[in-house]
């Protein structure tokens, strides 16, 4: 009895049950009634009979039977109290009894998986904040590299166009006896009138720079979109250009700065130095305000192109080759000089170092101004 006792006591309320279903079934299943065993037979008749007065009214060896079996007709005498029922009923109550038994046990696992939570119903906070720093930290890495892979894609298409450029230069000057785009103009006169009612005179005279290189574009030389630089957002391209017009619609569309071409001499291909830049990315001294250029006093003129978040700027040679340079300027050794060229600057700078759009380069030539 002690050996049962402990096993039982190990056992939970669902094994308690599954074993007690199994014995019923066992017992509704046998071909004959189960049969007491004869030492417990014995004293369940010794008992019947009265003779329970004392441990001392049993024989020695059914005295150690009688406490179980006195345990089992107590729970018969408290359950089966006021009743008459038969062994069909004892055992119906008996399953009853089982079923609310495996009922409990159910229920007392779903509160305990609802206080810890079911492993596959999701993932603590923690883990949640864990993965959201390690995402944040992925993003803040990859951020740089990706915006870094995107500037290198907008200068290699910068790079294509100005050889696309070039070409175009080469065949305008093969078909003007060797000189550049310029159009009709009076030297010294205003170059920054980008888009301006007053760009081209009644007599077809031009006050803007870029009308200059816009005669690639009316002579069908290259297209309107190759002459628009991937980092400038208000680049004017294809269908906002057409071969009637003379000039960009305004300073913000226009995207590369151009050999200033208001100066007593024509620029030449068989002429110009071959390092000299003629083209490049916008000149970052002169920006629109309320629809025109002027000069910006905060520039300097080492500063790089904006369009390329000042990062640097594409130029092309007039020999035809297209560089990238961090500083605005070629090295002096390659061009034959004492000291570098910028060509974002006139070689004779105002002395209060503001521009009134009427500056020349020295010696178109010879020296880069580039400007819109």
């Known amino acids: 009895m002690d050996r049962d006792a402990a096993e039982m006591a190990e056992q939970t309320p669902g094994d308690l049950a599954d074993r007690t279903d199994q014995h019923i079934t066992a017992y509704r299943s046998a071909a004959r009634p189960a049969q007491l065993h004869p030492a417990d037979a014995a004293a369940v008749d010794a008992l019947l009979a009265g003779q329970t007065g004392g441990a001392a009214l049993l024989p020695a ?15 018969l005498d ?15 109550r008996t399953m009853d009894a089982v079923r609310a038994a495996r009922q409990r046990e159910r229920v ?22 864990s993965a959201a720093a390690i995402l944040l930290l992925g993003v803040t890495l990859l951020l740089p590299v990706m915006q870094q892979s995107r500037n290198n894609a907008m200068q290699a298409a910068c790079a294509t166009n100005l050889g696309v450029v070039a070409q175009a230069f080469g065949t305008y000057a093969s078909d003007h006896a060797g000189v550049f785009p310029r159009a009709a103009s009076v030297a ?10 007053d760009a081209v005179t009644p007599n077809g005279e031009v006050r ?8 690639l574009v009316r002579g069908g030389y290259v297209s309107a ?35 200033n071409q208001f100066t007593p001499q024509v620029l030449r291909a068989d002429d110009a130095m071959p390092n000299l830049a003629v083209l490049a990315d916008k000149n970052p001294l002169f920006v629109p305000r309320a629809g025109r250029l002027v000069f910006d006093p905060r520039a300097r003129i080492t500063d790089a192109s904006r369009q390329h978040g000042g990062a640097g700027q594409n130029v092309l040679r007039i020999d035809g080759s297209a560089a990238w340079t961090i500083m605005p ?16 600057a006139a070689a004779q700078m105002p002395t209060d170092h503001r521009y009134t759009g009427r500056e020349l380069p020295d010696g178109v030539n010879r020296d880069a101004f580039l400007v819109p």
């Open 108 to 129: 007392a696992q779903q509160i305990d998986m609802l206080r810890e939570g079911p492993p596959s119903a999701g993932v603590s906070l923690r883990q949640v904040f």
């Open 329 to 344: 300027n070629f090295a002096p050794e390659r061009e034959g000089r004492e000291k570098p060229d910028i060509f974002w």
């Open 208 to 215: 803007s720079n870029s009308a200059h290189l816009y005669l």
């Open 188 to 197: 010294g006169s205003s170059w920054w009138n980008v888009g301006q009612p």
């Open 225 to 259: 979109d190759r002459l628009a630089c991937q980092g400038n957002a208000d680049a004017a391209r294809g269908g906002q250009m057409t071969v009637r017009q003379w000039d960009w619609s305004s300073p913000l569309s226009v995207s590369y700065s151009y050999q």
């Open 78 to 92: 408290r359950d089966g109290a006021g009743r008459d029922e038969s062994a069909a009923d004892l055992t119906a």
């Open 61 to 75: 060896d059914l005295a150690e039977r009688r406490g179980g079996v006195e345990a089992v007709l107590g729970l």
